[in-house]
């Protein structure tokens, strides 16, 4: 029988364990249909995932679909176990990939298919519940296209005549052949899906086995069975116990066949296998033996672990995700830490997330998670198994540390009758990159075998930094040069020049101080997104709103974990539980209080004698250490990394100037030409090149400043922000929005013809479904109204991000937070209450103006009157005076 192996995952409460229980219900592999809320699941079968109603522990059910065997592994949902969930994904096939209809695609999801992409496995989409109805099969498709893959096509809808056009436009070869022939063959089909061009995606309720069958039916008849070598090959991907505690070693075979008795090695251990079990739930089957494409357990194996790969397969590297909250573990009265390290360690192995760290010095041991709940689990775990009731502190973030700029660091280690000395080049690496290593050195310089020593030297410590003594990452060490010596050389020598090349290449360093980041997903009451906006800025995160829908707006962003690690508890306190806070970890970048932080830590780089900083090296039959900034002076090879020239300072303590160098007029090149290359040539007419317009370069023309021209004004006025900030608009808005709408565009449009200021009115209309930004013309103004789920806010900060270097902007809003962003663009800023006044400034002005123009017009009889009829009145009056 064919074999398959699919995991299935999940963000948490998007009903992946409920799909599981319907694909094996309906497969006939279990009689009742369990429930998460009922504690009675079938692949639920620790006493904690039933209390806690949540996937801790990655588990394997075997079912058939037709011809084929699956083998389905359920892997936790929630992000502090998703390590182990990760350890899984190197096992896989094919990958279900469950999505909450109700919720859409979430933080976590987003996680999921980044891993899968990179892991390159082919995935099936399962939009469970449906039956909530709070969106629509076409939201969600166009959710899926735009937030995970251009490739995601309803399945639904096979059979149908759009069908064959929505799987052409997924890739260029299946468009070819749909125009060629007018039909996509099914072959074809299951090509695209295993190369992940193509990702069929159904829909359903998996509580009311709805759309369940139809799904399995997809799986069956779209995957692709592999095809195994020969010879054997095996993954391990996961280390459990079993009651009785015997240890048991999860594994697939990826190649050949695996007996009872067989010797299993990796290349640096032998063991033989016990028992070979073929697990399906809590329950298993005793095997002599397990064919390619098997999942199974095997006891007799002490020395396995995660990622290790057997036979001819390659081991895997470490998790992508990795612990970033450190607690100390304090062990219950009576109990000696020395003690509980090998239990702890037990747990370790089984724990893909987990690290114990024991410390010689404080005596006290030290673990390193993911997050509180995972926390809580190891608690319960000592508790039940070893009997301990152990305590934790209140923890502390995991920092790390980098560089960020190139240096070279060089160790030397030179007691008596010992010698070697190493260069190591080492560069700042991207976020996330880890640390590298390289040789870059010729046979010549040093031996291969010296050379390898050094990198595996290198490779076998946890280098930390000298900031805070936290681990060094995202770095490039390249081994560039070295010295050994035929005699006194030993291997440990170069293991001691290393170490220390590396400590004094990040003391010449500038180092930078990492922290962990948080990838948020925050749904809340549409009127509390100020508060929530103000919260992140003052957590030093980032944030925008994602969508706004039903009165609840979604925002997503990042911030440090260090500062959101609690802020669960305030959502829920402000949003009277109304609001909703998932994060995950989204890698390190620079840390936000460094300066706090580090001196937190109070960590002397040079006082700690298990990571020295200087080196060693002999004189008159002696070892002396030197300080790590005077090596570079007693070192045995020549530095390959030259300094940069600094300008040389002169006598009286300033720094000379730099020599200008001195141009060669043309022609006077044509004079040496003359003299010396054409001399033996005879009289020959010269060439005289005429008189340039402009100077030799060694007699450089003043140059003339331009004038900076000036730039076109630009007024952006945040218009709701401004009606409500203004009492009689506001007033005004209680009534009638429209009115108070129009009655601030005609201030503006007096305000506009008054002054050069190009003005944009801007509107919220990002609760209007299906909106489209609409930019309308109001007289001698502009206005907008923003698209669905775009804020006035969003639409203004754009526009000065991407207009600051071309116009003179200024923007009028009261909104605190955008202030910042906007002065953080280079824009002007004017407050609610600077418009009016400005407004009304103006106004007073022209109407001052206007008033000082007008010309006094008297309207007498006089002036009515002919010039005849004038005189006459004039001599009429004179007479009268006499």
Same mark, same amino acid.
């Given at each position: 029988?064919?074999?398959?192996?699919? !995991?299935?995952?999940?963000?948490?409460?998007?009903?992946?364990?409920?799909?599981?229980?319907?694909?094996?219900?309906?497969?006939?592999?279990?009689?009742?249909?369990?429930?998460?809320?009922?504690?009675?699941?079938?692949?639920?079968?620790?006493?904690?995932?039933?209390?806690?109603?949540?996937?801790?522990?990655?588990?394997?059910?075997?079912?058939?679909?037709?011809?084929?065997?699956?083998?389905?592994?359920?892997?936790?949902?929630?992000?502090?176990?998703?390590?182990?969930?990760?350890?899984?994904?190197?096992?896989?096939?094919?990958?279900?990939?469950?999505?909450?209809?109700?919720?859409?695609?979430?933080?976590?999801?987003?996680?999921?298919?980044?891993?899968?992409?990179?892991?390159?496995?082919?995935?099936?989409?399962?939009?469970?519940?449906?039956?909530?109805?709070?969106?629509?099969?076409?939201?969600?498709?166009?959710?899926?296209?735009?937030?995970?893959?251009?490739?995601?096509?309803?399945?639904?809808?096979?059979?149908?005549?759009?069908?064959?056009?929505?799987?052409?436009?997924?890739?260029?070869?299946?468009?070819?052949?749909?125009?060629?022939?007018?039909?996509?063959?099914?072959?074809?089909?299951?090509?695209?899906?295993?190369?992940?061009?193509?990702?069929?995606?159904?829909?359903?309720?998996?509580?009311?086995?709805?759309?369940?069958?139809?799904?399995?039916?997809?799986?069956?008849?779209?995957?692709?069975?592999?095809?195994? +070598?020969?010879?054997?090959?095996?993954?391990?991907?996961? %280390?459990?116990?079993?009651?009785?505690?015997?240890?048991?070693?999860?594994?697939? %075979?990826?190649?050949?066949?695996?007996?009872?008795?067989?010797?299993?090695?990796?290349?640096?251990?032998? /063991?033989?296998?016990?028992?070979?079990?073929?697990?399906?739930?809590?329950?298993?089957?005793?095997?002599?033996?397990?064919?390619?494409?098997?999942?199974?357990?095997?006891?007799?194996?002490?020395?396995?672990?995660?990622?290790?790969?057997?036979?001819?397969?390659?081991?895997?590297?470490?998790?992508?995700?990795?612990?970033?909250?450190?607690?100390?573990?304090?062990?219950?009265?009576?109990?000696?830490?020395?003690?509980?390290?090998?239990?702890?360690?037990?747990?370790?192995?089984?724990?893909?997330?987990?690290?114990?760290?024991?410390?010689? =010095?404080? /005596?006290?041991?030290?673990?390193?998670?993911?997050?509180?709940?995972?926390?809580?689990?190891?608690?319960?775990?000592?508790?039940?198994?070893?009997?301990?009731?152990?305590?934790?502190?209140?923890?502390?973030?995991?920092? =790390?540390?980098?560089?960020?700029?190139?240096?070279?660091?060089?160790?030397?280690?030179?007691?008596?009758?010992?010698?070697? /000395?190493?260069?190591?080049?080492?560069?700042?690496?991207?976020?996330?990159?880890?640390?590298?290593?390289?040789?870059?050195?010729?046979?010549?310089?040093?031996?291969?075998?010296?050379?390898?020593?050094?990198?595996?030297?290198?490779?076998?410590?946890?280098?930390?930094?000298?900031?805070?003594?936290?681990?060094?990452?995202?770095?490039?060490?390249?081994?560039?040069?070295?010295?050994?010596?035929?005699?006194?050389?030993?291997?440990?020598?170069?293991?001691?020049?290393?170490?220390?090349?590396?400590?004094?290449?990040?003391?010449?360093?500038?180092?930078?101080?990492?922290?962990?980041?948080?990838?948020?997903?925050?749904?809340?009451?549409?009127?509390?997104?100020?508060?929530?906006?103000?919260?992140?800025?003052?957590?030093?995160?980032?944030?925008?709103?994602?969508?706004?829908?039903?009165?609840?707006?979604?925002?997503?962003?990042?911030?440090?974990?260090?500062?959101?690690?609690?802020?669960?508890?305030?959502?829920?306190?402000?949003?009277?539980?109304?609001?909703?806070?998932?994060?995950?970890?989204?890698?390190?970048?620079?840390?936000?209080?460094?300066?706090?932080?580090?001196?937190?830590?109070?960590?002397?780089?040079?006082?700690?004698?298990?990571?020295?900083?200087?080196?060693?090296?002999?004189?008159?039959?002696?070892?002396?250490?030197?300080?790590?900034?005077?090596?570079?002076?007693?070192?045995?090879?020549?530095?390959?990394?030259?300094? /940069?020239?600094?300008?040389?300072?002169?006598?009286?303590?300033?720094?000379?100037? @730099?020599?200008?160098? @001195?141009? %060669?007029?043309?022609?006077?090149?044509?004079?040496?030409?003359?003299?010396?290359?054409?001399?033996?040539?005879?009289? =020959?007419?010269?060439?005289?090149?005429?008189?340039?317009?402009?100077?030799? +370069?060694?007699?450089?023309?003043?140059?003339?400043?331009?004038?900076?021209?000036?730039?076109?004004?630009?007024?952006?006025?945040?218009?709701?922000?401004?009606?409500?900030?203004?009492?009689?608009?506001?007033?005004?808005?209680?009534?009638?929005?429209?009115?108070?709408?129009?009655?601030?565009?005609?201030?503006?449009?007096?305000?506009? !013809?008054?002054?050069?200021?190009?003005?944009?009115?801007?509107?919220?209309?990002?609760?209007?479904?299906?909106?489209?930004?609409?930019?309308?013309?109001?007289?001698?103004?502009?206005?907008?109204?923003?698209?669905?789920?775009?804020?006035?806010?969003?639409?203004?900060?754009?526009?000065?991000?991407?207009?600051?270097?071309?116009?003179?902007?200024?923007?009028?809003?009261?909104?605190?937070?955008?202030?910042?962003?906007?002065?953080?663009?280079?824009?002007? %800023?004017?407050?609610?209450?600077?418009?009016?006044?400005?407004?009304?400034?103006?106004?007073?002005?022209?109407?001052?103006?206007?008033?000082?123009?007008?010309?006094?017009?008297?309207?007498?009889?006089?002036? @009515?009157?002919?010039?005849?009829?004038?005189?006459?009145?004039?001599?009429?009056?004179?007479?009268?005076?006499?």
């Amino acid at each position: 029988m064919s074999k398959l192996v699919i !995991g299935i995952l999940a963000h948490v409460d998007a009903g992946k364990t409920t799909l599981s229980e319907s694909l094996l219900y309906l497969s006939g592999r279990i009689r009742n249909f369990g429930r998460v809320d009922k504690g009675n699941a079938f692949l639920d079968n620790f006493e904690l995932e039933r209390a806690r109603g949540i996937t801790i522990f990655s588990k394997q059910a075997v079912f058939d679909i037709g011809s084929i065997q699956v083998t389905l592994l359920d892997t936790p949902g929630h992000v502090d176990f998703s390590a182990e969930m990760e350890r899984t994904l190197q096992v896989l096939d094919y990958a279900i990939l469950v999505i909450s209809g109700a919720d859409g695609v979430q933080g976590h999801t987003r996680t999921l298919w980044r891993l899968l992409a990179l892991y390159g496995i082919p995935a099936f989409i399962f939009v469970n519940k449906m039956d909530q109805e709070r969106y629509d099969r076409n939201q969600l498709m166009n959710m899926l296209k735009s937030q995970l893959d251009e490739g995601c096509v309803d399945f639904g809808q096979a059979g149908k005549s759009a069908f064959s056009e929505q799987l052409a436009m997924c890739d260029e070869g299946l468009m070819e052949v749909y125009l060629k022939t007018g039909r996509i063959e099914t072959a074809q089909v299951k090509e695209a899906i295993r190369q992940r061009r193509l990702f069929p995606c159904y829909f359903g309720s998996a509580l009311r086995l709805e759309g369940v069958e139809e799904f399995m039916r997809g799986v069956a008849d779209y995957a692709i069975v592999p095809a195994w +070598p020969q010879d054997f090959r095996a993954k391990v991907f996961k %280390i459990s116990r079993d009651e009785q505690g015997n240890r048991l070693t999860h594994m697939k %075979i990826t190649g050949g066949r695996l007996r009872v008795r067989d010797i299993l090695s990796n290349g640096a251990w032998e /063991e033989k296998v016990n028992q070979i079990r073929i697990y399906s739930g809590p329950k298993y089957q005793a095997a002599s033996e397990a064919e390619a494409g098997a999942v199974c357990a095997v006891t007799g194996l002490t020395r396995s672990r995660p990622g290790d790969g057997l036979g001819g397969e390659e081991a895997s590297g470490r998790p992508i995700l990795e612990p970033v909250l450190t607690y100390q573990v304090i062990p219950p009265d009576g109990c000696d830490p020395k003690v509980l390290v090998p239990k702890l360690r037990q747990v370790e192995e089984e724990d893909p997330e987990l690290r114990v760290v024991w410390d010689d =010095k404080l /005596e006290e041991i030290r673990v390193q998670v993911m997050g509180e709940v995972q926390l809580e689990i190891l608690k319960s775990i000592i508790q039940s198994r070893f009997g301990l009731d152990v305590s934790f502190d209140s923890g502390r973030i995991l920092y =790390k540390e980098t560089i960020a700029n190139v240096v070279e660091g060089v160790g030397h280690f030179e007691p008596l009758r010992h010698y070697a /000395e190493v260069h190591l080049l080492m560069y700042p690496g991207a976020r996330g990159s880890g640390l590298r290593y390289a040789v870059d050195c010729s046979d010549d310089v040093l031996a291969r075998s010296w050379k390898k020593l050094i990198i595996s030297h290198l490779k076998e410590k946890e280098h930390v930094g000298v900031l805070t003594g936290s681990p060094v990452t995202d770095m490039k060490i390249t081994l560039i040069s070295g010295r050994a010596h035929v005699k006194h050389t030993q291997g440990g020598d170069f293991r001691e020049a290393a170490w220390r090349a590396v400590r004094h290449g990040l003391m010449e360093a500038e180092s930078v101080l990492l922290e962990p980041y948080y990838s948020f997903h925050l749904e809340l009451p549409e009127n509390m997104v100020g508060r929530a906006m103000s919260d992140i800025e003052k957590m030093y995160g980032t944030c925008r709103v994602t969508h706004v829908r039903d009165g609840m707006s979604v925002l997503e962003g990042r911030a440090p974990v260090a500062a959101m690690q609690n802020y669960q508890k305030d959502v829920a306190a402000y949003t009277r539980g109304t609001g909703r806070l998932m994060c995950q970890i989204a890698g390190y970048g620079p840390c936000h209080n460094a300066e706090e932080v580090i001196e937190m830590f109070g960590y002397d780089p040079e006082r700690d004698a298990e990571n020295p900083t200087g080196s060693v090296f002999c004189a008159n039959g002696a070892g002396f250490t030197v300080g790590w900034d005077k090596v570079k002076e007693y070192m045995h090879v020549e530095s390959c990394l030259k300094p /940069e020239r600094r300008p040389q300072e002169s006598a009286d303590g300033g720094r000379a100037e @730099k020599r200008k160098e @001195k141009w %060669i007029d043309p022609e006077e090149v044509d004079r040496i030409l003359q003299k010396s290359f054409f001399a033996n040539q005879g009289k =020959k007419s010269v060439w005289h090149k005429p008189a340039a317009a402009a100077e030799s +370069p060694s007699q450089p023309q003043p140059r003339i400043a331009k004038p900076k021209e000036p730039r076109e004004k630009y007024l952006l006025v945040d218009g709701y922000n401004i009606i409500f900030a203004w009492p009689e608009l506001k007033e005004l808005a209680e009534e009638d929005m429209d009115a108070a709408r129009t009655r601030l565009l005609d201030e503006l449009c007096k305000y506009r !013809g008054v002054k050069k200021y190009r003005i944009i009115a801007v509107f919220d209309a990002y609760r209007v479904e299906r909106h489209k930004e609409d930019v309308l013309d109001y007289h001698n103004i502009h206005v907008v109204y923003t698209r669905q789920a775009q804020t006035a806010d969003q639409y203004i900060e754009r526009f000065a991000h991407d207009n600051q270097q071309k116009y003179d902007i200024t923007v009028a809003t009261s909104d605190y937070l955008q202030q910042i962003i906007i002065r953080g663009a280079g824009c002007a %800023i004017w407050s609610a209450n600077d418009l009016r006044e400005e407004i009304i400034r103006t106004n007073e002005g022209v109407l001052r103006t206007f008033r000082e123009n007008q010309v006094q017009k008297r309207d007498s009889l006089m002036d @009515k009157l002919s010039d005849e009829a004038r005189q006459q009145m004039e001599s009429l009056a004179r007479k009268e005076d006499q």
